[in-house]
């Protein structure tokens, strides 16, 4: 069963910076495209990051130059750090599989405060 962790959201003040982490059990994140997602309160949940099993990347324009998506295989870990952050980016952040995705994990919460 593959289950999906995500942590390392907190409340930053805008211009900070946050690294969340993603966890994978029940499936090697090396041999799939991963995606960062991100739903904010009364929105729908949106595409944020992607990297490929070959390692590129790719990003929303709303936080390209400002988010890096990357991945630790060795701990089965995905990562987005999230540099400049902006009171916009406050939501709940996701990880998936590209391809199938997986039931969604619990998120982590960022707050980004003005």
């Known amino acids: 069963q593959v289950q999906l962790v995500e942590s390392g959201g907190g409340l930053v003040q805008s211009g900070g910076s946050l690294r969340l982490s993603c966890v994978a059990s029940?499936?090697?994140?090396?041999?799939?495209?991963m995606d960062w997602y991100r739903q904010a309160p009364g929105k729908q949940r949106e595409w944020v990051a992607r990297?490929?099993?070959?390692?590129?990347?790719n990003y929303a324009d709303s936080v390209k130059g400002r988010f890096t998506i990357s991945r630790e295989n060795a701990k089965n870990t995905v990562y987005l750090q999230m540099n400049s952050l902006k009171p916009e980016d406050t939501a709940v952040y996701y990880c998936?599989?590209?391809?199938?995705?997986?039931?969604w994990g619990q998120g982590t919460q960022v707050t980004v405060s003005s």
């Open positions: 990297i490929l099993s070959g390692g590129s990347t």
């Open positions: 998936n599989s590209v391809w199938p995705p997986r039931s």
């Open positions: 029940g499936m090697s994140i090396s041999i799939n495209a």
